[in-house]
């Protein structure tokens, strides 16, 4: 009679295991399959991230999401960073300044990155090395991993080219990295709109 008990315990215990195998399983294929339609169907999520969320991130943001509205490309575009301090900031007013003579409009609170925004993002570009170090630190997968790199490699690939931050500086600066930032995100539309 033990031995009968031990031995319909080992089977609900094997049911189970096969059933959570199943479900991981499941689980990967919708994963993968979702991955693929967003590709055919112009979908990507991107996040961009530096320092503080009040200059370059917000940037970013801004020039992506109109630019994405004006290319019927899907998918969400936020920008995130590492300092508390900014929290629930708006841009800096410079940003909004520059943002505006180009006809951008930039808005948004600053917030702080998330270990979430991972499984949340299919593109996840930073701003600087500290930023990317910052964020990889965070990174505790492959699958994770490979979603983060530098912005201007998108430009000038696999140099690790850093934005400037023009937070200490003045507004030409800010304009500089306007146009450095609008070419970048030309290049992320591009890529969206490829099925490859």
């Known amino acids: 009679m033990q031995m009968l008990k031990k031995s319909r315990k080992g089977l609900s215990y094997g049911i189970f295991f ?18 693929i339609i967003n590709k055919y ?22 020039i992506l999401k109109k630019k994405f509205k004006e290319n019927n490309i899907k998918g ?15 841009p800096d007013k410079r940003v909004i300044e ?12 600053a917030r702080i990155f998330l270990k979430e925004d991972f499984g949340k993002f299919d593109k996840i570009f ?5 930023n990317y170090r910052d964020v990889m630190a965070l990174a505790k997968t492959e699958d994770a991993k490979v979603k983060v790199d530098y912005l201007l490699n998108v430009l000038d690939d696999r140099k690790n080219k850093t934005v400037p ?14 146009k450095l930032l609008d070419k970048a995100t030309d290049k992320i539309v591009a890529l969206a709109k490829s099925p490859d």
């Open 18 to 35: 096969n059933m959570y195998q199943i479900t991981q399983a499941i689980s990967g294929i919708f994963c993968n399959l979702e991955q």
């Open 41 to 62: 169907i112009n979908i990507m999520n991107v996040l961009f991230v530096d320092l503080g969320n009040v200059c370059r991130s917000p940037l970013a943001e801004t």
């Open 76 to 90: 969400e575009v936020d920008s995130a960073g590492f300092e508390s301090f900014n929290i629930n900031e708006p």
């Open 98 to 109: 520059i943002a505006s003579k180009y006809g951008f409009s930039a808005e948004g609170k």
């Open 126 to 130: 930073v701003m600087d090395t500290k």
């Open 165 to 178: 931050d023009p937070y200490n500086s003045g507004i030409e600066d800010c304009e500089a990295v306007f």
